[in-house]
């Protein structure tokens, strides 16, 4: 396992932790009216199921400073609100390194300092049919908080 671990590390130098939207055998869905997931500003554009509770949960938590969520909390909680409106799709938590899942949940960990950058993208694949999405650029917007 330690060799493992080591050749993560060389082959991947970052630390990722990712949240993706469903089951490798699912797909992910999109919400064509995210007001119910009552986000700041979606003035009722279209959005991923995912991205839209992900967001209502980081929210939450950071209007509710005294306590705040590990990544599994996070985890079940945006599961838990996807299975609450009828969403079928399960997310996922991955990560290029063995975590502790009972450690905060931070898009910034407390001890990353100086220039930060994100790169957000949002491909809707205009055109193919039947994977047209219509939600992923208004994601994008509302993630820029």
């Known amino acids: 396992m ?6 993560a590390k060389k082959t991947i130098p970052a630390e990722i932790h990712m949240i993706s939207g469903c ?7 999109d919400v064509s009216n995210v007001n119910s997931f009552q986000l700041p ?4 554009r ?4 995912l991205t839209s509770a992900l967001l209502n949960v980081t929210y939450k938590d950071e209007e509710d400073t005294g306590k705040d969520l590990s990544f599994q909390e996070t985890l079940l909680r945006v599961r838990d ?5 009828g969403f079928s799709q399960i997310p996922q938590l991955s990560s290029s390194r063995p975590m502790d899942i ?7 960990p407390d001890n990353m300092h100086g220039t930060r950058r994100a790169v957000m993208i949002g491909i809707n ?13 208004h994601d994008v917007l509302n993630m820029k908080k």
């Open 125 to 137: 694949y205009v055109g193919d049919n039947p994977g047209e999405l219509r939600g992923c650029h």
């Open 41 to 44: 500003d979606p003035a009722g």
């Open 81 to 85: 609100q996807l299975k609450g409106k």
């Open 2 to 7: 330690e060799d493992a671990i080591e050749q």
């Open 46 to 49: 279209a959005g991923g199921a």
């Open 23 to 29: 089951r490798d055998e699912q797909t992910s869905a």
């Open 102 to 108: 009972s450690k905060k949940f931070d898009i910034v």
